[in-house]
């Protein structure tokens, strides 16, 4: 862990005076879109459409997306992965960083900060999810 921290300057630290609050924007966000999403198909409005399958017939990386979140409202973990794999993930990512986010400003703790990341490790990380995102898109369009 330590190493880590040198390399990359991984720290815990208040939030400093005048600092964006990325932790409360992220989860006001998140949670804003969700309970949107919920109100909209609960109040029985059409479900959102997707413009590249209609103009294509083909599945964007994205098709899915709303199947998938359905899945888990239901419970249905393997059907959710099914509908999209990397909205999945990304889902799971995103209850994670929520759960972080309400304890750091439920509890005042200090927020996780990545000072330096070299650039060799951020363009790495673009080309994994470059990767990921493109075999999402051949498992979409091997089971449609």
């Known amino acids: ?11 815990f630290r208040p939030l400093a005076p005048q600092e964006t609050d990325f932790e409360f924007l992220f989860l006001v966000v998140s ?6 999403c919920f109100l909209w198909l609960s109040l029985g409005m059409p479900w959102p459409r997707c413009w590249v399958r209609q103009l294509t017939g083909l599945p964007c990386p994205t098709c899915g997306a709303t199947r998938c979140a359905m899945s888990l409202a239901h419970g249905d973990w393997i059907g959710a992965c099914r509908h999209n794999p990397f909205i999945f993930v990304c889902y799971g990512i995103t209850l994670l960083i929520n759960l972080y986010a309400a304890a750091v400003l439920l509890f005042r703790l200090p927020r996780l900060r ?6 060799t490790v951020k363009r790495a990380l673009s080309v994994m999810i470059i990767i990921a995102l493109t075999a999402n898109w051949v498992y979409l369009l091997v089971h449609r």
């Open 31 to 36: 949670c804003g879109l969700a309970g949107s």
């Open 114 to 119: 990545l000072a330096k990341v070299p650039s």
């Open 1 to 11: 862990m330590q190493t880590l921290s040198r390399k990359f300057g991984l720290c």
